[in-house]
């Protein structure tokens, strides 16, 4: 756990198969947490459990420039890869891949969970791929009992590349939830499996909305949705 004050920052260093020891630099790090902002710098997380866990508050995750970053959960039973106790911003201009364990199929497996809602806006060559439960866009796993890319009561994403797979749903909002994309690319894909579908509100009478500006945004099937700038 690194805990940090507003001005002191807490930092870690990640191996190659993704253990998290705390310690490092400002010129030497792989995480830096500073006053409610976690910063990755290639890193590399992987957990039997929670990957990255607030416990209560939102949270900004910045994207250092130019840098690859994973975050995995192998949980072998219920999980999620990062859970927010509220909002969840992302931000910065490097890469991010985010997948939920697809070991248990008893289990409920979530990349994102958030009690709030989630806000990416980045740069343009931000590119974010979110896998849950799954182990990529082949599904290429063993099904689990509920899995879910994105949860939260609401997403927005602006200029970055975002791509998610759920085996069950790829997004999935709360009541009323809405889906804004602003200036990006990407796609929601869910398996094609009974009852599955790429977009999904827990609420059937308050489907989930979609606004878009400055993209195209398609309903290849009820399992696949794409979307691509259109300045």
């Not at 997948?99 to 248990?104: E, K, L, P, R, W």
């Not at 866009?137 to 602006?158: D, L, Q, Y």
């Not at 509100?201 to 308050?206: I, P, T």
């Amino acid at each position: 756990m690194l805990i940090n004050s507003d001005t002191t920052p807490a930092y870690a260093k990640t191996d190659a198969d993704g253990k998290v020891t705390a310690g490092g630099s400002e010129g030497d790090y792989n995480i830096k947490l500073l006053n409610g902002i976690l910063y990755l710098n290639n890193a590399n997380i992987v957990s039997s459990g929670k990957c990255i866990d607030t416990g209560m508050g939102s949270l900004t995750i910045e994207l250092v420039d130019d840098t690859t970053n994973k975050v995995k959960s192998t949980y072998y039973g219920t999980g999620e890869a990062i859970y927010v106790f509220g909002d969840l911003h992302i931000t910065g201009s490097g890469a991010l891949t985010v997948q939920s364990s697809n070991g248990n199929s008893t289990s409920t497996s979530i990349g994102i969970l958030l009690a709030g809602g989630l806000s990416i806006e980045t740069t343009e060559k931000a590119v974010i791929n979110i896998y849950g439960g799954v182990d990529g866009p082949g599904f290429t796993s063993t099904k689990v009992k509920e899995a879910v890319g994105i949860r939260a009561s609401r997403v927005s994403i602006k200029n970055a590349e975002v791509n998610v797979y759920g085996y069950h749903h790829a997004i999935q909002t709360r009541s009323g939830g809405i889906m804004r994309l602003t200036n990006s690319k990407g796609n929601a894909v869910s398996s094609t499996a009974t009852d599955c579908s790429a977009l999904h509100s827990l609420d059937k009478s308050y489907p989930l909305k979609t606004k878009v500006d400055k993209c195209k945004f398609t309903k290849e099937s009820t399992n696949t949705y794409t979307w691509v700038r259109s300045k």
